[in-house]
């Protein structure tokens, strides 16, 4: 489906997840921070990059993984995107929501 | 005389030495198959037996009786695998040469991992169900114990099982309703997942039975400690969860033999082909059951399914054919509900779970993603199966290592 994000018509999914990242830009980010009342700093700027470079990679993210990433730990992951870090973080920054493994 | 090596001769190593040896001529091909331990636990039953449906006797009978004649059982500590090499080291100083490894040394758990788990409440009123020493040390409290809260948790994906948690939470609810103490416990089922399983259709209805059965779910939780004093786990977001007992499912690892041997990712599980089932890294080495890191489901049924298909391959590769990237994820768990029903689930990597009936398309006998009586006389009659049929390699008829899509309903 449509959705008008920051002036621009994104494809996303039922949930809010853009489902193509070409259309991510930095406005994109912040309207979808807006969302999830979070307010971008330079930190969440850093672990928003890091999970782009980790997705582009082709690397499965998990909170563990980005605990043990150097770029952030797990205390200040919750703390720059409270509640359930990985699922706001990786709507913010345009890429799927991870799929724990089974 | 060339040489295979299995290591672990659990589900997965048993299952695959018996293929092995009735595919190759003896001439040429020695097994031999390594193990520390002596015995061999049927690890479904660690689910039944806090709640008194198994015994020890059920669950326990020894490796020795499952490895066919014709492969050389060695109980020793492996040290490490120096695969440059192509060699084996065992802690008494051995070395074993192999032109093809198999790698089933499973998972374990690690709770360690999590500040506080291992503390002071260990075995009092913090347990896990994973180990058989923790599902006794369970049993004995829960014989004793006289209700309060009950918290079921989830420490972090991927683990063993990933429906056993779950069924455990069931399976209370019914033991306490025949205990007649249901009303003295409360029951929180505590996830790192969003919902109740991974798999959307499937976390459909298990949250149903879950609200049903007056469970509290709990989910995206996090954990990063567990208080001792307070008798609480607590997220790193700060969320904390009461209880009187918990049981717990720690983080789940591969063997430390892996980091020993630079074989493996950070939870020691070994990088690996998802549809050949070989290493990523080392050509003459493949890896099944828990100890890969494949995105299937770390269970039994995923061992019999894989053992099949890497047999052929295996096969392949000695005879410098190209592999089958043959593969598909399959799983199939029985869910054991309580009182006496159980729901069945079947699906691979590309398909979640859904109704249906299995085997016999249209007919059943067992019915997909819905409770039912049969369903539980199959999870009964399966450790029967594991013990008779499936350890020895033998096909389960009716049931193809590869999903099978009709008599299902995806929409």
Same mark, same amino acid.
């Given at each position: 489906?449509?959705?008008?994000?920051?002036?621009?018509?994104?494809? /996303?999914?039922?949930?809010?997840?853009?489902?193509?990242?070409?259309?991510?830009?930095?406005? /994109?980010?912040?309207?979808?921070?807006?969302?999830?009342?979070?307010?971008?700093?330079?930190?969440?700027?850093?672990?928003?990059?890091?999970?782009?470079?980790?997705?582009?990679?082709?690397?499965?993210?998990?909170?563990?993984?980005?605990?043990?990433?150097?770029i952030?730990?797990?205390?200040?992951?919750?703390?720059?995107?409270?509640?359930?870090?990985?699922?706001?973080?990786t709507?913010?920054?345009g890429?799927?929501?991870?799929?724990?493994?089974? | 005389?060339?040489?295979?090596?299995?290591?672990?001769?659990?589900?997965?190593?048993t299952?695959?030495?018996?293929?092995?040896?009735?595919?190759?001529?003896?001439?040429?091909?020695e097994?031999?198959?390594?193990?520390?331990?002596?015995?061999?636990?049927?690890?479904?039953?660690?689910?039944?037996?806090?709640?008194?449906?198994?015994?020890?006797?059920?669950?326990?009978?020894?490796?020795k009786?499952?490895i066919?004649?014709?492969?050389?059982?060695?109980?020793?500590?492996?040290?490490q695998?120096?695969?440059?090499?192509?060699?084996?080291?065992?802690?008494?100083?051995?070395?074993?040469?192999?032109?093809?490894?198999?790698?089933?040394?499973?998972?374990?758990?690690?709770?360690?991992?999590?500040?506080?788990?291992?503390?002071?409440?260990?075995?009092?009123?913090?347990?896990?169900?994973?180990?058989?020493?923790?599902?006794?040390?369970?049993?004995?409290?829960?014989?004793?114990?006289?209700?309060?809260?009950?918290?079921?948790?989830?420490?972090?994906?991927?683990?063993?099982?990933?429906?056993?948690?779950?069924?455990?939470?069931?399976?209370?609810?019914?033991?306490?309703?025949?205990?007649?103490?249901?009303?003295?416990?409360?029951?929180?089922?505590?996830?790192?997942?969003?919902?109740?399983?991974?798999?959307?259709?499937?976390?459909?209805?298990?949250?149903?039975?879950?609200?049903?059965?007056?469970?509290?779910?709990?989910?995206?939780?996090?954990?990063?400690?567990?208080?001792?004093?307070?008798?609480?786990?607590?997220d790193?977001?700060?969320?904390?969860?009461?209880?009187?007992?918990?049981?717990?499912?720690?983080?789940?690892?591969?063997?430390?033999?892996?980091?020993?041997?630079?074989?493996?990712?950070?939870?020691?599980?070994i990088?690996?082909?998802?549809?050949?089932?070989?290493?990523?890294?080392?050509?003459?080495?493949?890896?099944?059951?828990?100890?890969?890191?494949?995105?299937?489901?770390?269970?039994?049924?995923?061992?019999?399914?894989?053992?099949?298909?890497?047999?052929?391959?295996?096969?392949?590769?000695?005879?410098?054919?190209?592999?089958?990237?043959?593969?598909?994820?399959?799983?199939?768990?029985?869910?054991?509900?309580?009182?006496?029903?159980?729901?069945?689930?079947?699906?691979?990597?590309?398909?979640?779970?859904?109704?249906?009936?299995?085997?016999?398309?249209?007919?059943?006998?067992?019915?997909?993603?819905?409770e039912?009586?049969?369903?539980?006389?199959?999870?009964?009659?399966f450790?029967?199966?594991?013990?008779?049929?499936?350890?020895?390699?033998?096909?389960?008829?009716?049931?193809?290592?590869?999903?099978?899509?009709?008599?299902?309903?995806?929409?």
């Amino acid at each position: 489906m449509e959705k008008l994000i920051a002036g621009k018509s994104i494809e /996303v999914n039922e949930e809010g997840y853009l489902t193509k990242f070409a259309q991510w830009d930095k406005t /994109v980010g912040e309207e979808l921070a807006k969302e999830a009342n979070i307010d971008l700093s330079d930190r969440h700027w850093e672990v928003l990059n890091y999970l782009q470079t980790e997705h582009k990679n082709e690397v499965a993210l998990s909170i563990r993984r980005i605990g043990k990433s150097g770029i952030v730990d797990i205390k200040e992951f919750y703390a720059l995107f409270p509640n359930a870090p990985l699922k706001t973080a990786t709507k913010i920054a345009g890429i799927p929501k991870p799929a724990s493994c089974i | 005389m060339k040489r295979i090596v299995i290591l672990g001769a659990g589900t997965a190593g048993t299952m695959m030495a018996n293929h092995l040896r009735h595919e190759l001529d003896k001439e040429d091909w020695e097994i031999q198959i390594i193990d520390e331990r002596e015995e061999h636990h049927y690890q479904p039953g660690y689910l039944f037996l806090p709640f008194d449906i198994y015994s020890p006797e059920d669950i326990i009978k020894s490796i020795k009786e499952f490895i066919p004649k014709g492969v050389k059982l060695l109980t020793a500590k492996i040290d490490q695998v120096i695969a440059e090499k192509n060699m084996v080291l065992l802690q008494n100083g051995d070395q074993l040469h192999y032109n093809v490894l198999i790698v089933a040394t499973g998972a374990k758990i690690a709770p360690e991992e999590i500040p506080g788990m291992k503390g002071s409440e260990w075995q009092k009123s913090v347990f896990d169900f994973y180990t058989f020493e923790g599902s006794l040390a369970l049993r004995n409290k829960l014989r004793e114990w006289e209700g309060g809260k009950l918290v079921v948790h989830i420490t972090e994906m991927p683990i063993k099982c990933p429906v056993a948690p779950l069924e455990f939470a069931f399976l209370a609810d019914s033991f306490f309703k025949h205990k007649k103490m249901r009303d003295k416990v409360e029951i929180t089922y505590v996830t790192p997942l969003s919902g109740a399983f991974t798999k959307p259709k499937a976390t459909e209805a298990l949250e149903h039975l879950l609200s049903e059965k007056n469970i509290q779910i709990e989910s995206d939780f996090a954990i990063a400690e567990v208080n001792n004093e307070t008798k609480q786990i607590i997220d790193y977001g700060g969320r904390a969860i009461d209880f009187d007992l918990l049981v717990t499912v720690p983080t789940n690892k591969g063997d430390a033999l892996m980091e020993r041997s630079g074989l493996g990712d950070d939870l020691n599980y070994i990088p690996t082909n998802k549809a050949t089932l070989q290493s990523l890294k080392y050509e003459n080495m493949f890896v099944l059951g828990d100890a890969s890191n494949i995105p299937a489901s770390k269970a039994g049924s995923v061992a019999h399914f894989e053992a099949e298909i890497l047999t052929e391959n295996i096969l392949h590769y000695i005879n410098g054919e190209p592999l089958k990237e043959e593969f598909d994820g399959h799983a199939n768990c029985f869910i054991e509900t309580g009182n006496g029903k159980a729901l069945l689930i079947d699906f691979n990597y590309t398909h979640e779970p859904v109704e249906g009936t299995f085997p016999f398309p249209g007919i059943g006998p067992m019915r997909l993603l819905k409770e039912s009586r049969m369903n539980h006389m199959g999870k009964l009659a399966f450790r029967w199966i594991y013990w008779n049929v499936l350890l020895k390699g033998t096909h389960i008829p009716f049931v193809s290592a590869t999903m099978q899509e009709s008599g299902k309903n995806f929409n």
